[in-house]
């Protein structure tokens, strides 16, 4: 089995930053991760909807003492998908098995991952849209008819065994809900959306997190924090070790809104949530090119950083809040980003706009 994969998408492609708001999960928060996870349903912040209908899914199970059907939670990573799944094998009290989409090569690595299952098991599969065409016909049987056909020899003489699988729950989690395929999408029962968190359920996070990790955090420390965590509890709880870092060594371990005002300005975090990337981004479009419309490319020289970055890592989150946006001409900044940067809008047809932009993307081009 491998992991490469040519096959990145956007949200992936930003697990190899290293930067403070990359969504993805970054070296050192795998450990934190695992240590502040919620293991149960009460414990999982917000998101009531889907703790909800996931409560009742569990529970009409458990009534009938019969597996769960198959659950599918979308939405952009550290929303809490991972969690998700372990809290569902915990309050089944079953086990769990993880494994990843892209490092299931061969239909024959999920057929032994299948095959090693226990009765009533939870098998956790992160990237789900990025498994092999194999690997993921085999998995319609498997989710179905709790069956494998593993094919022994090749030509005329192959002969078909079917397997039979101990019944269990595959919870699939996806970042990209639209690549995964129809008949994949057919097979879940359940289909959860992840939505990013709201301003008060992130403080909750945090201030659970404090708790968990020794950390004295007043509310409005915790406010200042989840303002800039861009809704996603992964970047709040990687933040509040940062700020706690600081406050441990400069604020004897206070940790209130000033010490994390004063914190979050030396990692360059500002009170929206950019980063330097994304301010430079903002400042380029506003600044040289007077709010564009200009192509991807040339605000991605213009920041010294490849396009892909620029459109993967920086633009999502700016068009998420309004910032910037993405238009057939090129990239456009909004009012709310010249209010931000503090600068005056151009007034219409007042300011020329350079077109200038490297052909072969999208925005205005040069012949
Ligand atoms: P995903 O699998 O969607 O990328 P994870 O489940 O790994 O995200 O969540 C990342 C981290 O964020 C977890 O370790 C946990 O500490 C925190 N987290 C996520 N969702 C919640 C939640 N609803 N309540 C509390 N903490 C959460």
Redo the contacts with the bound molecule.
Sequence with gaps: MSVSNPDRDGWEASEDETSLLTS??VQDDRAA??A???RRMA?????PRVRDQLSLLLEAAKLHGRTPDHVLLS?P????????AMIIAAELGAPIRVASGPAIQHAGDLASILSGLADGEVLFL?EVHRLARPAEEMLYLAMEDFRVDVVVGKGPGATVIPLALPRFTLVG?TTRAGLLTGPLRDRFGFTAH?DFYSHDDLVT?LR??ADLLGIKLDENGAAEIAGRSRGT??IA?RLLRRVRDYAVVRADGRLDRTVAQEALAVYDVDELGLDRLDRQVLSALCGRYRGGPVGLSTIAVAVGEEPGTVEEVSEPFLVREGLLVRTPRGRVATPAAFAHLGMSTPVEGGAPTLDLEIPGTPGPSVD
């Design positions: 993805g999960p991760d695992a502040l996870r919620p414990e999982f912040v917000g998101q939405g990573p550290g929303l809490g998908k991972t969690t998700l992160d989690a992840l996070v659970r997190s509890p992964r709880n």
